[in-house]
């Protein structure tokens, strides 16, 4: 029984055309980059909503198995009350701060 489960069972990211998982991985790194530009680190985000750093460290790459909720769960702990489209329009003035000072770095 549980080895006809297993079979049944659909990769994420097989399910997924090559755009979509391109989408991911964009979502992911704009997770992590929020989350690098308001000084938290994974562990500590991964903590503040309630789940493993592991889950964490799978949404930061796009992983398209994690669930919507979870990836919700994670913003609110990075930047509470930042609502998805907010953070999806990227204007967080967190992630300006960033690239100011990557810019900065790059220039010496």
């Not at 991964?46 to 669930?67: M, Q, V």
């Amino acid at each position: 029984m549980i080895e006809h489960w297993l079979k049944m069972r659909v990769s994420q990211a097989a399910a997924l055309s090559p755009e979509l998982i391109v989408e991911t991985e964009k979502i992911g790194r704009c997770l992590a980059r929020l989350r690098i530009a308001r000084h938290i680190s994974q562990t500590e985000a991964a903590l503040r909503a309630g789940f493993s750093r592991n889950t964490a460290y799978r949404l930061e790459k796009g992983d398209p198995g994690i669930a919507l909720g979870q990836l919700l769960r994670y913003l609110d702990a990075i930047a509470p009350g930042k609502s998805l489209q907010s953070f999806l329009a990227e204007d967080d003035s967190a992630i300006v701060a960033l690239e100011e000072r990557e810019r900065t770095k790059r220039v010496r």
